[in-house]
């Protein structure tokens, strides 16, 4: 996969809902009633972060349901990618970029959203092809105001803003011609999973689903 190849699959994937679920999953049993519950509140694009032992387990259960784009997060190795590749994640998402890891994700065909925090790291994206990049962690590098005005010098590159992100600023983030959707943990909050309550979460992610709209 070319990085403009993987650059057009980021911008689709983050063009399918406005949120995209930033889940930590510590139970595998809670993998495919998660998905299933926010892919039927309309948030089809789900991250797996890679910081549970488990975590791969959880990405081999998800790509399962149906409707869902599963993808792995927290990717900080070429050895991450290649885990995150062989567990079926359809996209990765780091948290800051190194040219081994675009390398790796390349080399996979991974289409990576590469975690950008100053405009030098994404000028860096973009010279290697990247015009979709995560922003990270989005409040406390200054949040909306700061892509805002990277929009005047650097307009040809995009955004998702995660960190931080709540429903209350996610629309300040989402009204912003650089910003394609967000990131964010609080549609699968841990006491819903662990209460198994699946319609809970499902009522949280229909209502992210409608931000910005
Ligand atoms: C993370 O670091 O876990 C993600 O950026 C999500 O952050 P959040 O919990 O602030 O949404």
Redesign the pocket.
Known sequence: MTPQDAAKYSREICGLAPVIP?L?VKDTSHAIPLAKALVAGGLPVLEV?L?TPNALDVIREMATVEGGVVGA??LLSPADVRAAKEAGALFGVS?GITDELIDACEAEDLPLLGGTATVSEAMKMYSRGYDVCKF????ANGGAPVLKAWNGPIPQINFCP?????PQNAADYLSLPNVLCV????VAPADLMNAGKWDEIEAIAREASQLGA
């Open positions: 930033v930590v972060t910081r997060g927290t948290p990270f962690p989005a409040e995660t960190g931080g992100v709540t990131g964010g943990s609080w």
